[in-house]
């Protein structure tokens, strides 16, 4: 096994690098590790920074040149995001059009979908959020009833979803929507596009333990949607959400390991540079274990991330093994919250935009976010479930 990268790959590393550190925003830099999405004028900041990145071609790099990206290999991918993470750049914001309906389009979509939408997601004009949940369907998602009854060439669609990251500053969404009540509960399902701007949508935000409210609740009353708006086929929706759901996963997962790489970064420095009783807190026996045991928890998350990029590699859809990297990388991120917090101590409590706050209030608000990476994406428990079953092959009851 050959974990080293090819010179070409290393040669677009330099080049990368280059970039990033003549071109990261000083407003932006450093404040990635703990970003939130709630502010609808950072938003816009974050669509103009990836507007910029894309203006360097350095967004969608893995999708093919016939859809605007470079079409180069995932490993590109990986070594622009880790070198993102290096320069403590903040990631493109469009993260679910780009990583789950983008892939899910050009497996699914129709040409005339793919030619509206792909080009739009990768310059952040239009950002996308995923109306799955509902208040009686999270992790038993197919148990979802939001309903979509056939009206000449619409869909009339009445029902709620919640949880909707970005729904507020979203531009489309992709919803799963019921389409036939009378199926068996995975197969009267539709996946479909849907404008947010479209008569009858009323968005909601939530409060969240951080204090912003990122996601909302999402009524819809009486929305017409195109009926060509459909991805996949009528009725074949739970399909095209399993591979949206393997991308959200799998390829996201291993951005998000690069996120926690940052933090782990940054935990280190923070660790060297905290006094107490006269020495720093990297000098203290018990917290150095903890985080020498954080950073191969995270050498460990890569090398998995790399046994998932083969798989892409050869071609093959993200499987199963994906939970186990989501799984993990939500237990890690976690325990590296908790050590942050054993770090700092007492001030650990104090947010932004307290100055006695270390780092600006970030370890704080990454604490209180870290609480939900067991839930987004599949909860922990769920994950345990596929695995057991599906890659263990684990009897069901
Ligand atoms: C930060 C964040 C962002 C999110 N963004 C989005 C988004 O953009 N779009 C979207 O559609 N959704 C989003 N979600 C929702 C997320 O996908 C759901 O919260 C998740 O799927 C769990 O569903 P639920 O909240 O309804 O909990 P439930 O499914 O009601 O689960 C409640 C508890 O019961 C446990 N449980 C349930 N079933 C089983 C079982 N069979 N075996 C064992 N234990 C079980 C769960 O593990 C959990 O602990 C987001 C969630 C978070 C936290």
Request: contains cysteine; neutral net charge; hydrophobic residues 40%.
């Amino acid at each position: 096994m050959d974990f080293d990268f090819t010179r070409e790959q290393q040669a677009f590393r330099h080049e990368v690098r280059a970039w990033l550190a003549a071109r990261v925003p000083a407003d932006l830099k450093g404040r990635g590790f703990a970003a939130s999405r709630a502010d609808r004028a950072h938003v816009d900041r974050l669509r103009g920074w990836q507007r910029e990145l894309h203006g360097a071609r350095y967004v969608g790099i893995d999708w093919p040149r016939e859809y605007d990206g470079r079409g180069a290999s995932i490993m590109e991918q990986i070594i622009l995001y880790e070198e993102m993470s290096r320069a403590e750049a903040p990631q493109p914001v469009n993260r679910g059009g780009l990583s789950m309906l983008g892939p899910t389009l050009m497996k699914h979509g129709t040409a005339v979908q793919r030619t509206r939408h792909l080009s739009k997601i990768l310059t952040a004009e239009e950002i996308w959020c995923q109306g799955f949940s509902e208040p009686n369907a999270g992790s038993d998602l197919a148990n979802l009833q939001t309903r979509a009854v056939l009206d000449g060439d619409f869909y009339v669609i009445n029902g709620q979803k919640v949880w909707t990251s970005m729904a507020h500053v979203a531009d489309w969404g992709f919803f799963l929507v019921r389409t036939d009540p009378t199926a068996p509960k995975h197969k009267g399902i539709s996946f479909l596009l849907v404008d947010m701007k479209t008569p009858g949508i009323t968005i909601r935000p939530l409060r969240q333990i951080t204090g912003e409210a990122e996601f909302n609740e999402v009524f819809l009353e009486n929305v017409r949607v195109p009926a060509a708006n459909i991805v996949g086929g009528v009725n074949e929706g739970w399909g095209v959400a399993i591979t949206t759901l393997a991308y959200e996963r799998d390829v996201l997962t291993m951005i998000r390991h690069i996120s926690l790489r940052t933090a782990l970064e940054r935990l280190v420095a923070l660790a060297k540079r905290t006094k107490r009783n006269g020495h720093t807190a990297a000098d203290d026996p018990v917290l150095r274990q903890k985080i020498a045991s954080l950073t191969i928890a995270e050498r460990c998350l890569a090398l998995n991330g790399y046994r998932s990029l083969t798989r892409i590699l050869k071609g093959q859809p993200p499987g199963p093994e994906g939970s186990t990297s989501k799984l993990f990388w939500s237990q890690v991120d976690q325990d590296l919250a908790e050590v942050a917090t054993e770090v700092i101590g007492p001030y650990s409590q104090l947010a932004a935009p307290s100055s006695w706050a270390p780092d600006e209030g970030q370890w704080e608000f990454y604490c209180l976010l870290a609480r939900g990476s067991g839930i987004r994406a599949g909860t922990s428990e769920i994950l345990h479930n596929i695995l057991s079953e599906r890659v263990l092959g684990l009897p069901k009851d």
